[in-house]
C-alpha cells in the first residue's frame, strides 16, 4: 500500500512538469535565419558535474542544432543572426510523505500518521536566444520538472526536453 502511495504521488509530481516563455513582443522573429554558439559559436556545457560527458554534450548539441533547423533556422557560425545559450540545473528536494500506521497490518484501524521523508530530483532546462547585432536576450523558456533517479539522459528524452523547452520558437505574429 505504501509503495502504491508513493508510486501515486511521484506520477502526480511529474505531471507538473511546467514550460514558460517570455520573449521581446516588438520583434519580428522572421528576419532571423541562422543561429550558434553563445560562447563564441563554441559550444560550451553549463550543467551539474555529472552531466559533463561528451555524450550528453553531444545529444544536448545535435538536439538544439535539429530543432532549430526545422524550425527553418540554420546552424552557421560565420555570421549568425542569433547566440543560443543553454543552463541545466538538478536539485534534491526533500518532500515528507505521511501514511497512515494501517499500512502496517498489526496497527490497522488506527488514525495515526507515520511520517517519511523522500528526496526528489528536480530539473531545469533553459534556452536564452540573444539578437547578435542587439546583444539583447530576445526569448528564453525554461521547462522544470521532476526527474526519474538517476535521470534519463538517453538522446530520446534529451530530443524530448530540448523540444518542449523550443516549442514556441519563433513565437507566432499576434
Known amino acids: 500500500m505504501k509503495k502504491l502511495v508513493f508510486f501515486i504521488f511521484i506520477i502526480g509530481a511529474f505531471s507538473c512538469d511546467t514550460v514558460r516563455t517570455e520573449y521581446d513582443t516588438s520583434i519580428d522573429f522572421s528576419q532571423y535565419k541562422t543561429f550558434c554558439w553563445l560562447e563564441g559559436c563554441a559550444f560550451t556545457f553549463t550543467g551539474p558535474a555529472y552531466l559533463d560527458d561528451s555524450v550528453v554534450q553531444s545529444h544536448v548539441k545535435e538536439s538544439i542544432i535539429s530543432t532549430m533547423q526545422k524550425k527553418g533556422i540554420q546552424y ?83 530530443q524530448r526536453g530540448i523540444t518542449r523547452v523550443l516549442k514556441d520558437f519563433p513565437p507566432s505574429k499576434k
Request: overall charge negative; hydrophobic content about 30%.
Open 76 to 158: 552557421n557560425d560565420n555570421d549568425p543572426d542569433l547566440l543560443v545559450d543553454f543552463h541545466i540545473t538538478i536539485e534534491n528536494e526533500k518532500a515528507i510523505y505521511y501514511h497512515g500506521v494501517q499500512d502496517d497490518p498489526y496497527y490497522y484501524r488506527t488514525t495515526f500518521l507515520q511520517p517519511e521523508e523522500v528526496i526528489l530530483t528536480r530539473g531545469t532546462l533553459l534556452i536564452h536566444v540573444v539578437d547578435r547585432q542587439r546583444s539583447e536576450v530576445i526569448w528564453q523558456s525554461h521547462a522544470e520538472g521532476y526527474l526519474e533517479d538517476p535521470p534519463d539522459l538517453s538522446k530520446k528524452n534529451i
